[in-house]
């Protein structure tokens, strides 16, 4: 399973400083390697997944084996920047 990860997401990991977010960040992006279709579809972008991290959203796809780590912001952050493009 190949994991690739965007260039928002590195971006925004980067900014995150507490140790716990990043830890629960991780444990689910170990569960969406053993099950990629964990995560709940978006209602409004065909193919892309979602998964709740308190407060945050941790946005993916899986396609041909690959899991694409798309990206990882606060709630209201995420969809804002969704309906933008």
């Known amino acids: 399973m190949e994991i690739i ?3 928002e997401f590195i971006e925004q ?4 400083k507490d140790k716990k977010t ?6 689910q992006i170990k569960k969406i ?3 990629p279709e964990r995560g ?15 407060p945050f ?12 780590l ?3 912001n606060h709630r209201d952050k995420i969809y804002k920047k ?3 493009k």
């Open 5 to 7: 990860r965007s260039k």
């Open 13 to 16: 990991i980067k900014k995150i």
């Open 22 to 27: 990043k830890e629960k960040m991780l444990k």
């Open 33 to 35: 390697i053993k099950d």
């Open 40 to 54: 709940k579809f978006l209602s409004y972008e065909k193919g892309m997944r979602k998964i709740y991290i308190k």
């Open 57 to 68: 959203r941790l946005l993916y796809s899986y396609k041909n084996n690959k899991i694409y």
């Open 70 to 72: 798309l990206d990882f």
């Open 82 to 84: 969704l309906r933008k």
